[in-house]
């Protein structure tokens, strides 16, 4: 009998004679050679939770979609969202087509669209001239804009020259609502990251403040958010911004509505913070802090702050589509954004007209564009709310 014989014999008859105890030296065995397992961090645990929300990873997609849509709207806009054409007022939106007679076009183009009127109706009728095709160049050169003191003319679909290409119709001016749609995010979203930024700085500070310093100054701090909160908001807005005179410059007006907006959206983002600060101020390891002598900024920043960003990060995203809500609401009622300048709320500001909603109905599309920014910013705040919350299933 071999060694290796006289081995496993021993093993099998110490299994049938001590089977407990031959068990605990196999499972001891298994464990030594079980692989490491890794710690994650909180961050790490955070976007495994989000990642595994299907309506969060869409919400995602969607704000980046806008995001890269809005930093580069000049170079996606075929015309120049400003230029007018006497031809082309009112112009329905034409049908994209990739296929013809001649094959897959891989460059998409429309049809000339061209009206006479009926005598017998006195309507204009459209007649789609299907023989001439109207098709953008890819990367081509177009009307000229500026990025960083530079400039530019290449767009990613440059239009014709011959013939128009209005996918979604054009205004009372004859200028592209598709144009003016891209380049109307870019001052719709930067209205919203404005007021969001400096509601949620000084909310967030004044929420930790004076949750933790309690007493007397919590007190009084406490009197002016409520005052705050107390205002009525639409007829503040209104005398606010009737206020600015007419010939005011738009920038200074657009900077003048963000400033605002953002003095009436603070107070409930301090109150909110301000209860998770009481709750955070109680804990063991901030009275070590303090029995160590730490000073009051470093608690309030180090360790305070860590614990409510939490919710400070799900309020923001929640707040994003509430802006882009009421500057569009404004824009709308003519109190907001002023031209030159161009916001899906001033867009929507030329249906406010029956007359010409039931006569041109295209021009309703920026509602399209404010739908998708609202659902894209409202499912990735429910998403990171559910990720962020250690109790939430």
């Known amino acids: 009998m071999t060694l290796l014989d006289a081995k496993i014999a021993q093993d099998e008859e110490r299994r049938l004679l001590h089977p407990d105890e031959a068990a605990r030296d196999e499972g001891l065995l298994a464990d030594a050679k079980a692989p490491e397992v890794r710690a994650r961090s909180y961050r790490a645990l955070v976007w495994r939770r989000f990642r595994r929300n299907p309506l969060g990873m869409i919400g995602l997609a969607l704000v980046a979609l806008l995001l890269l849509t809005a930093v580069f709207a000049d ?31 891989p460059v998409p183009f429309t049809h000339p669209v061209s009206f006479e009127l ?65 380049v109307g995010s870019r001052l719709t979203l930067l209205m919203a990251g404005l007021v969001v930024a400096i509601s949620v700085t000084v ?47 738009a920038f200074l007006v657009f ?46 920043v180090k360790h ?37 300048l161009v916001s899906w709320g001033m867009l929507l500001n030329a249906a406010s007209d029956l007359q010409t909603l039931g006569s041109y109905p295209w021009v309703l599309s920026p509602i399209a564009a404010i739908l998708v920014t609202v659902l894209g910013f409202n499912m990735l705040g429910d998403a990171l709310r559910d990720a962020i919350d250690p109790t939430s299933k």
């Open 75 to 105: 170079f996606l806009a075929p015309y120049d969202p400003n230029a007018r054409n006497a031809d082309a007022i009112y112009q329905p939106p034409q049908t994209l087509h990739f296929s013809s007679e001649d094959g897959f076009h």
């Open 118 to 182: 009926d005598p017998a109706t006195f309507l204009l009728v459209p007649t789609v001239d299907t023989a001439t095709r109207c098709q953008p160049t890819f990367l081509g050169q177009g009307w000229s804009y500026r990025v960083l003191g530079m400039s530019f003319d290449r767009h990613l679909l440059a239009a014709p020259q011959n013939c128009a290409f209005h996918v979604i119709g054009t205004d009372r001016d004859g200028r592209d609502m598709l144009s003016r749609l891209l």
């Open 203 to 249: 909310g967030t500070l004044v929420g930790i403040l004076s949750g933790y310093l309690g007493g007397r100054g919590d007190e009084w701090i406490q009197r002016v958010v409520e005052f705050v909160l107390a205002l009525p908001e639409l007829p503040l807005y209104f005398a606010l911004v009737v206020v600015i005179p007419r010939n005011t410059d």
């Open 255 to 300: 900077i003048g509505l963000a400033l605002i907006l953002s003095a009436l959206r603070w107070a409930q983002l301090a109150r909110e913070v301000r209860g998770k600060t009481l709750l955070v101020s109680r804990l063991d390891y901030i009275g070590a802090a303090e029995a160590i002598g730490a000073s009051t900024p470093r608690i309030l």
């Open 304 to 340: 305070i702050l860590p614990n409510v960003l939490g919710h400070v990060i799900v309020s923001t995203t929640l707040m994003i589509p509430t802006i882009v809500l009421l500057e569009s609401f404004l824009s709308f009622l003519g109190i907001g954004v002023r031209p030159p």
